[in-house]
């Protein structure tokens, strides 16, 4: 087996994560120690403290903010080095912790300074273990380096405060309370409270450490969980009868891919064998107007995926969806660069069955707006190959109702490439008139229609004139029996590129009045990525189809 190598996506992956994270925490971080620095400013002012308010306490405050503010700085710039961003980091977080134990020498012993430090620096540290990736190594370095500044500096600050005067009078105090008297010397109470620390800061090392391998190692399970291959997922784009279709892209060549995956649940064997069969078959399809298949691979559990080229438009379905019947002109232009595309299709021997709206993409390629591509040939069956009973059985319906040829129905098993020519037809009708050709209650009504009843012309569905030559060529596509029809794709497409008093189709303008809207759709309709670890063993690949190399 062979793990996908994403090394270098992942690298990088993490460095911009790292800096963005970065530049959050030092400016969230620095404005509180800055506002807290100005609080007790105008607090001191008000008081009338003076000169006094230049004090250590003071200059821990504004010094801690001042190192957050400056890490803020270094990360909102140009992408820094990761050794870089973690030195800052780690600069940062030992200087404000300095600065925090600096400011107990300014807080009375009575008032326990060692207590507050203990809070104030162990809370930052704990959102800074939530908030910055780290790993549990480097937590435990840089929590025991800042607990060896708050022991030390637990001790020296008792032994500077810890005057003879001050001594005398927590004597004083305590033998005026309930514990008794008691005799302790300042070196004594500086032991003391230091071991109080050490035992604090052990504990707070440990949780810490402990926090960042959970934290760490989710967020590393969850990286993981999004690449495939040489592929890393981004976001889920859609999802169809076998698979689910995700935005990604290359570790090594960062082109942006679409991946199809075949859904868990979807995963039988006979599922696998055809969706395999699916690519195998479309990858050796070039056609223009069919969409290009890059690469494929297995888990070692099974799963199956393809790469193929990333599309940035909109199905026939979201078209008509959003505007509604469309001009004579434009589907021309998409019905016979469909043609084009199955008609490459037929003459090697594969039929679709699953020509329809969402399966027909309009895009812009190579600065050409509205570029048609025929997708997913996840039903495609190979004409005269042995095929399996349970994937081509007399009993099974493939495909969809709303576009399926009458012999779909009766006769799954003998259907040939015509029924795409019926299919391609019903395209076009949905295309001209916004509906589609036949409409029921439910599956059996639809397909019946299909089997039995004319279809309603599309001008008198519409209520008004349709270009009479096109009508008539969908509506021959939609002949019962398939001697009727075009026999081939290539004669359909010859047929429509005969109609000569058509414009050509420019659908620039149309996308500059749609495309914002469109891009909203696709928005609402992205969710999460994959939540499990999948492997490739690229070794486990079966044999491609005969004829391909």
Known sequence: MVRGTTTGASDEEAREFLQRRLRKFGLIAGNFFLVAWLIRLVGGLAEGYGVRLISVSMGGHLAASLALLAAWVVARGKPRSMGTLRFVEAATILEASLAMVIMALDIPIIGHPHKIVLVAVSFGLFVRVIYIPSSPKRTFWLMSAVSVMAVVGTYVTVMLNATPEVMAALAVMVEASDIGPIAVTASEMAVGWAFEVALYWGFAVGLCTAGSQVIYGLRREVRHSKRLGQYTLESLLGEGGMGAVYRASHAMLRRPTAIKLLLPDKAGEDALVRFEREVQLTARLTHANTITVFDYGRTPDG???????????????????????????????????????????????????????????????????????????????????????????????????????????????????????????????????????????????????????????????????????????????LAKLPGERPQNARELREALLEISDLPRWNGAWWWDEHGATIADVHTERQASSLNETIDIDMLARRQPAPGKT
């Open 303 to 477: 799963l199956f995926y393809y790469a193929m080229e990333l599309l940035d438009g909109a199905t026939v379905a979201d078209v008509v969806e959003l505007t509604g019947p469309q001009p004579p002109e434009r589907v021309r232009h998409i019905l016979s660069a469909c043609a084009g595309a199955l008609a490459e299709a037929h003459d090697i021997g594969l039929i679709h069955r699953d020509v329809k709206p969402g399966n027909i993409m309009l895009c812009t390629q190579g600065g050409e707006a509205d570029v048609p591509k025929v997708l997913d040939f996840g039903l495609v069956k190979q004409l005269g190959a042995n095929v399996s009973n349970s994937l081509s059985a007399s009993t099974t319906i493939v495909g969809t109702p709303l576009y399926l040829s009458p012999e779909a129905v009766t006769s799954a098993n003998l259907l040939d490439h015509r029924a795409d020519i019926y299919a391609l037809g019903a395209v076009g009708y949905y295309l001209l008139t916004g509906r589609h050709v036949f409409e029921g209650g439910n599956i059996i009504e639809v397909c019946m229609k299909h089997v039995g009843e004319a279809p309603i012309p599309p001008s008198d569905r519409l209520g008004e004139p349709v270009h009479p030559a096109l009508e008539a060529l969908v509506l021959r596509c």
